[in-house]
C-alpha cells in the first residue's frame, strides 16, 4: 500500500520526459521541448521558450512556429474541429502528430480546454495558474490520462498545408514517417 501511494504522487500526471519525443521530426521535437515547462498565463499566446501561455495559446504558438496557422480560442477550436460526434472522434491509431484534443471542461470560462496530440499516444498540455506545461500518455491507465479521454468530445485537425514543410513536399512529422 504504501509503495501504490508513493507511485501515485510521486508522479501525479504520468508525464513522461522529453526523450520520449525523440520519434519526432528534430525540429517539431524542438519546438515541443521548449514548450515543455512553459508556466500557464491566462490568455497568452506561448511565443517561445519561457514565455507563458494558456492552453489555446500553447496549442496556437507551437503551430505558428512551425508554419501551420489555428484558431485561437477553445471555443473557436471547437467550433472548427472536423471531428466533434463521438461517432466521428478518431481511434488512437487514427490520431496524428498536431491534431488538437478538445475536451469539456468545468474550470474554464468557456467550459472547454485544449491540448496537442504529439504522436505515439502523447498529448502535450497546459492546465491552470500555477502549473506548467507538460506531456502525458493519453491511452495510459493512469487517472490523469483517464480523466482526459472521458472529457474529450472532439479533435481539430490542422492543415499542414500551411507549413512551411509542406512547400518542400515534405509531409512527415514523425522522423521517416509520413503524414
Known sequence: ????????????????????????RPDIRNVISQAIGSPYLYGAV???????ADCSGIVMGICLKLGI???????????????????????QHELQPLDVLIFRSRGSAS???VALYLGDGLVLNTRKTGTNAY???FFSSHPHARYWR??????????????????????????????
Do not use: C, E
Not at 508522479?11 to 519525443?21: C, E, F, I
Not at 485537425?157 to 512527415?172: E, F, G
Open 1 to 24: 500500500m504504501i509503495t501504490l501511494f508513493f507511485i501515485f504522487f510521486s508522479d501525479p500526471l504520468g508525464q513522461v520526459s522529453r526523450n520520449d519525443l525523440q520519434y519526432l
Open 46 to 52: 506561448w511565443n517561445g521558450s519561457g514565455s507563458g
Open 69 to 91: 496557422k489555428t484558431p485561437r480560442t477553445t471555443t473557436q477550436f471547437f467550433r472548427q474541429a472536423q471531428f466533434q460526434h463521438p461517432s466521428t472522434k478518431p481511434q
Open 111 to 113: 467550459g472547454l480546454h
Open 135 to 137: 506531456v502525458f500518455r
Open 150 to 179: 472521458r472529457h474529450w468530445v472532439a479533435t481539430y485537425r490542422p492543415s499542414i498545408q500551411s507549413t512551411r514543410q509542406s512547400k518542400q513536399k515534405d509531409h512527415s512529422i514523425i522522423s521517416g514517417g509520413t503524414l
